[in-house]
């Protein structure tokens, strides 16, 4: 394998009167790379969100939260994340989104997913016996999106990348305190700055042409916004799932409009046609997207419970309000 990362270049950014020097030279950028770090962000909004990183192409730039607080976002970098001409290459934007807006304020824009873009990229099939059949029975939609670690080993194949990586997994997967403990180490610095390198390299790759760029804006515009729209998070199966929500990415072609909504899911509670549910559970009102359903399904084969339906899922769409 080809090292494509020359140099880990970054700046670790944990005292106030550096950061100015480090927001202009990342306002000379238009496309950058972002990826938090945190404590216990998986999935409660309790948790912490303690450094982000923002990369241009050629320098990484790691923001300690834990130790700059909030005033590190009130003093530029939340303008730069809320700046929507400023493109940000992400990966599952969705828990970061959350965690900026319910925890600093910002309101993140601009994203481009990455993860979409894969999944854009590898043209998963839709069986084609249920082209014309009712929403409710096109099981086949309901698709597998990929996880930032297999990416990196499928598109971006850099040595250093994957070996700064691996001698940090333990450490990053067996502690949760990894990312809340300070001093930081010197490896997990690097992690921080090769994950964002990763998102440059993942992008050049996952490109065709551009043709794309429109649809993945969209799509992007969409999943930013699946968590944080939630008032509340608690362990709700329908939303931290690895499946491709519905709806999220447009079909191709010139208007990228999806279908009239009004229907809500009692499990991820967003809007969908009627016919995304079976006909006897609109009579009965309990309605399950094809994801939920899903999820539903494999949960009660694997623990023999229906947590769904036990009423531990309490989520009502809404708009963030700021
Ligand atoms: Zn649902």
Excluded at 208 to 219: C, M
Aim: aromatic share 8%.
């Amino acid at each position: 394998m080809a090292c494509k990362t020359p140099e880990l270049n970054y700046m670790f950014v944990d005292n106030t009167t550096d950061v100015p020097e480090a927001l202009a030279e990342i306002n000379r950028h238009s496309l950058l790379a972002v990826h938090c770090k945190g404590f216990k962000l998986g999935s409660r909004r309790s948790g912490e969100l303690t450094l982000i990183t923002v990369a241009t192409q050629t320098k990484s730039f790691i923001f300690d939260v834990l130790t700059l607080g909030q005033c590190v976002f009130d003093d530029g970098l939340g303008a730069i994340l809320e700046d929507k001409t400023k493109e940000k290459l992400m990966f599952n934007c969705r828990r970061d989104a959350d965690n900026l807006f319910h925890q600093q304020k910002v309101q993140l824009t601009g994203v481009l997913d990455l993860q979409l873009l894969e999944f854009m990229f590898s043209k998963r099939e839709v069986p084609k016996s249920e082209e014309k059949s009712r929403r409710s029975s096109r099981t086949g939609e309901v698709q597998l999106l990929k996880g930032f670690r297999q990416c990196i080993e499928m598109y971006v194949k850099d040595e250093v990348i994957i070996e700064v990586r691996l001698r940090c997994q333990r450490q990053v997967l067996g502690d949760s305190h990894v990312w809340k403990t300070r001093p930081l180490s010197e490896n997990l610095k690097k992690y921080c700055c090769v994950d964002a390198s990763a998102l440059f390299t993942l992008y050049i790759n996952l490109q065709q042409d551009g043709k794309d760029h429109s649809r993945l804006v969209i799509a992007s515009d969409r999943y930013v916004d699946t968590f944080r729209c939630l008032p509340d998070i608690t362990q709700g199966l329908c939303v931290f799932n690895p499946f491709l929500p519905l709806d999220i990415i447009p079909e191709a072609g010139d208007s990228f409009e999806f279908p009239e909504a009004s229907t809500k899911c009692i499990g991820c509670l967003r809007l969908f046609p009627a016919d995304e549910f079976p006909k006897a559970q609109l009579r009965n009102k309990q309605r399950f997207c094809r994801v939920c359903a899903e999820v539903k399904s494999i949960f009660s084969k694997a623990f023999g419970i229906d947590l769904i339906t036990q009423g531990k899922t309490r989520f009502v769409q809404a708009k963030p309000r700021r």
